[in-house]
């Protein structure tokens, strides 16, 4: 059982920054895929940004304005996220994704950081 607590959201205005840190309670080096997903109101939840091994992967719309990293010394997963719009807001989550075999493995939530874009 992995788990995950989010730190990090809040409230801020158009164009402002804000960085989300995700701290596992296990080593995350045997944790295939950590990532990032969001949920606004009334819509589905979506992976923002995920890494796996050493690749990173963005979904188009945070290209260029969200950088997701991670500390194996510290098990934690942060997402930077630079020139904010309203339409970032949401709930987001932390994920981790932990092979249980070839192709099974196991996934675990955080319980979510509400982020908050607006003047």
């Known amino acids: 059982q992995v788990r995950l607590v989010e730190s990090g959201g809040g409230l801020v205005q158009p164009g402002g920054s804000l960085r989300l840190s995700c701290a596992a309670s296990e080593s995350i080096r045997g944790i295939y895929r950590m990532g990032w997903y969001r949920q606004a109101p009334g819509k589905q939840r979506e992976l923002v940004a995920s890494i796996t091994g050493g690749a990173m992967d963005y979904v188009d719309s945070v290209k260029g304005r969200f950088t997701i990293s991670k500390d194996d010394s510290l098990n934690t997963v942060d997402l930077q996220m630079n020139s904010l719009k309203p339409e970032d807001t949401a709930v987001y989550y932390c994920?981790?994704?932990?092979?249980?075999?070839?192709?099974?493995?196991?996934?675990?939530w955080g319980q979510g950081t509400q982020v908050t874009v607006s003047s």
């Open positions: 994920h981790a994704l932990k092979l249980t075999g070839l192709t099974r493995g196991n996934n675990y």
